[in-house]
C-alpha cells in the first residue's frame, strides 16, 4: 500500500473499545458526533479507518455501514437499539437456563451447538443462548450498504479483532480498499487477514469466553479479540493514522485514586473480584496504549529538536525494518467516561428495584446475582452484563455529555484542511 492511497488531508481514525453493556456509553458518544460533530465536518465527512473489538466492533460495522445516511437517522436508530434494550433483547434465558448453566459450567449436560444452512456448526459452546443478540447484529446494522461504502472509502479501513480459540492468536480483520496487512509481518502475536466483514465477524468479536459461543470462521472457532487487543488502538496507528479519536469505557483515574480505593471485606466475593478482573483484561489496556503513544511522540518530537527535522526519515528504515511501519507522530484525543459505571449500574439496580415498573424476574435474579456481596457503591461486574433499559438510558446520556463537554476539542481533532 502507497501512501497514495489515502487522502491528501490527514488521516482521520475512530477507535472504539469493548466492554458489554458498557457500550451504551459509547453509543451516546456516537450518536452526539453524529448529530453535532459530522455536520460540521462537511456533508461528505467520514473516518479513515474506523476499528473496533467486541461491542466496539458492533459500533464500527454500524458507523461504517450507515454512513451517507442522514445524520440524524443514524443517530436514531443506533440509540433506539440501546434505550429500548432488555435482557430479552440481547440474551435468550429461561428458567431452564438458569439451572443448566451451572452443570454446563462444570462440564456436564449437552454443548451448545447450532449449525448453518450447509449443516456445519456455525456457533459452540457458551452458558447462554445470545439468537436475540445475533438477530440485533444482523438486522439493526444496514449490512447492505457497507460494500458500497468501503468501495467509495467511506470508509477507507473497517478493522475488528477476534482471539483464534485453539492458538490464542488475535485475529485483525481488515476490510476496504486501504486494508493493508504489511504491519503486521513482523508481529508474531498478530495475524492481519483482509477480507469482507460480515455480521459473523462481528459476533465472534462480541464473543465473551465461557459466557457466550465461540463463532466459526472458516475451519477456525473465534471469541473476544478483547482478551488481548480490547482497545484496537493498534490498527489504527499501523494503518497511518495522522489523528485518532479514542472512544473509552472507563473513567481514567490517577495512580494515587486506584492505590487508595480498597474494599478489603469484598475480597472473598466473587462479583466483586469477577468485575476487578474484567477491569484489568478489558479496559485498563487502554492507559499503556495511550501512554506507549505519548512515549513514541515525545521521541519524535526530541529527535527533531536535536537532529534537525529530517530525524524521522532518517530513522524509519530501520523501524520499519523490525516493526514492518515506520513511526510517525499522532494526535489523539480520548473521551472517556466522567463517572464511574460500576457506581452508575449499581444505582440503575437499585432505582430499578424501586421502580414501579420493575424488571422481569430472571433479569433481577442475574443482576442481584452480579452485586452479590459487592459495596452498595459499585457493581462492576453488572455494568458489564446489564443489559437493560434502566442502565443503557444512564449510560447513553452520560455518553452525550461527555461528548458534548469535549465538542470543540473533538472538532478540533477532526477539522483539517485538504
Not at 60 to 74: D, H, I, K, N
Not at 115 to 124: I, L, N, Q, T, Y
Not at 149 to 169: D, Q
Request: hydrophobic share 40%.
Amino acid at each position: 500500500m502507497s501512501d497514495r492511497s489515502f487522502p491528501s488531508r490527514p488521516r482521520l481514525s475512530l477507535v472504539l473499545s469493548g466492554g458489554g453493556s458498557r457500550g451504551a456509553y459509547e453509543a451516546g458518544i456516537l450518536s452526539y458526533l453524529f448529530e453535532h460533530v459530522y455536520p460540521k465536518l462537511g456533508a461528505d465527512f467520514e473516518f479513515d479507518v474506523i476499528s473496533g473489538t467486541s461491542v466496539g466492533a458492533i459500533h464500527a460495522a454500524y458507523v461504517a455501514a450507515s454512513s451517507g445516511m442522514p445524520t440524524a437517522e443514524r443517530s436514531r436508530r443506533l440509540l433506539a437499539t440501546w434505550t429500548e434494550m432488555s435482557f430479552d433483547s440481547v440474551l435468550k434465558l429461561s428458567w431452564t437456563d438458569l439451572v443448566g448453566i451451572p452443570l454446563r459450567g462444570f462440564g456436564f449436560g449437552p454443548t451448545r451447538l447450532r449449525h448453518d444452512s450447509s449443516g456445519a456448526p456455525e456457533v459452540k459452546g457458551g452458558l447462554v443462548d445470545i439468537a436475540p443478540l445475533e438477530r440485533l447484529v444482523r438486522e439493526r446494522i444496514p449490512w447492505s450498504r457497507l460494500r458500497a461504502n468501503l468501495a467509495a472509502r467511506r470508509p477507507g479501513v473497517l478493522c475488528t479483532a477476534v482471539t483464534e480459540v485453539h492458538s490464542g492468536v488475535v485475529r485483525v480483520f481488515l476490510d476496504g480498499l486501504d486494508a493493508d496487512v504489511t504491519p503486521w509481518l513482523h508481529d508474531p502475536h498478530v495475524d492481519a487477514v483482509v477480507t469482507e466483514i460480515t455480521d459473523l465477524h462481528v459476533r465472534a468479536s462480541a464473543a465473551i469466553p465461557f459466557l457466550f459461543p465461540a463463532v466459526r470462521i472458516g475451519p477456525c472457532f473465534y471469541v473476544d479479540g478483547g482478551l488481548r487487543l480490547n482497545t484496537p488502538l493498534s490498527p489504527a496507528v499501523r494503518l497511518r493514522s495522522d489523528k485518532i479519536l479514542v472512544v473509552g469505557l472507563k473513567r481514567r483515574s490517577s495512580k494515587e485514586e486506584k492505590i487508595a480505593y480498597c474494599k478489603a471485606e469484598a475480597l472473598t466475593q466473587p462479583a466483586f473480584l469477577l468485575g476487578k478482573l474484567l477491569d484489568i483484561l478489558l479496559l485498563d489496556p487502554i492507559d499503556n496504549e495511550l501512554r506507549q503513544l505519548e512515549i513514541v511522540n515525545a521521541i519524535l518530537a526530541g529527535g527533531k529538536a536535536q537532529f534537525g527535522d529530517d530525524f524521522i526519515e532518517r530513522i524509519a528504515p530501520t523501524i520499519a525494518s523490525v516493526r514492518g511501519v515506520a513511526y510517525r507522530p499522532v494526535d489523539f484525543l480520548m473521551v472517556s467516561p466522567s463517572a464511574d459505571l460500576g457506581r452508575v449500574a449499581a444505582d440503575a439496580y437499585r432505582s430499578s428495584r424501586s421502580s414501579q415498573k420493575g424488571q422481569s424476574l430472571i433479569a433481577s435474579l442475574i443482576a442481584r446475582t452480579a452485586t452479590l456481596g459487592v459495596p452498595e457503591q459499585e457493581a462492576d461486574l453488572l455494568s458489564y452484563i446489564y443489559f437493560d433499559s434502566h442502565y443503557t438510558k444512564r449510560l447513553v446520556e452520560l455518553g452525550r455529555e461527555d461528548a458534548k463537554a469535549l465538542g470543540d476539542e473533538i472538532l478540533t481533532l477532526l477539522h483539517s484542511e485538504e
